[in-house]
């Protein structure tokens, strides 16, 4: 049922495309990368897709599209209810950041394409596919701070891939390693450094201070921990993902003393 879902809506969209295209007439990829950038600016993910996918057969090499494209397959996993849903349009961004990294290897947005489209899976993934995609993103986010150190998205990938590491208990990582091999250490300290100089580098993401007030609070540091989720609740959402974030900070607040 839900392949079924997922297939009908992608019918739905692919065959809106070659409409929209022949009523559109001879556009060029620049100007349909314009218009989907207008979608984008709105949230409007399945909207700017419909220019950035007919752009994308004009020039199928074109790297920062195939990163767009990646981000707009991820905001529609966002917005989806089904898991398996949520695992085709993930691995579909999965797909397109995989493509754009293997054209230019040495760019930053990429690398970080990939680390962020790996990390929207892991939630929904089993536990050998989570330890396998836990060390891809590892291994992208790590080449995104070497060529971009100022980079505050790829600290913060970084902090939340410590903290989800640190979660993992002495019990379930011994049974994890015994099953898929020996983890990498993380704590919550290194998050904690992480979310820090994301804060340092762009102090007008509100998943910052949230996802720092939240690693405060695994540690115990109820008032810290407030202070910053109370900091990103109060501002403005701008992102995708920002609602939901909000409500995570909300939930972490009922839960502290």
Known sequence: MQCALFNAFFLTLTLTLPLASTARGAETCEELIQKGDVFY??????????????????DPNNVGLLVSISREYRHLMSDATKAGEKLQLGQTAVNYALRAVVLEPNNP????????????????????????????????????IALDPT??????????????????????????ELAYGKLPPATYEDAERCFERAIALNPNRLMHY?????????????????????IGLEMPETEKDDPETKDFGRQTLKKLR
Not at 41 to 58: G, H, I, M, S, W
Not at 113 to 141: D, H
């Open 109 to 144: 947005q990429t690398q970080l394409a990939l680390a962020i489209s790996y990390g929207k899976m892991l939630p929904i993934e089993g536990t050998k596919q989570q330890i396998a995609s836990s060390r891809l993103i590892k291994i992208a986010v790590d080449k995104v």
């Open 210 to 230: 949230i996802e720092l007030g939240r690693t405060c609070a695994k540690m115990g540091r109820d008032a810290v921990a407030r202070k910053f989720i109370t």
């Open 151 to 176: 980079n505050d998205l790829a600290w913060h990938v970084l902090g939340r891939w410590y903290r989800g590491l640190a979660d993992v208990g002495a019990v379930k990582r011994v049974f994890a």
């Open 41 to 58: 600016a709105k949230l409007q993910a399945a909207e700017a897709l419909k220019f950035y996918l007919p752009a994308e057969r004009l």
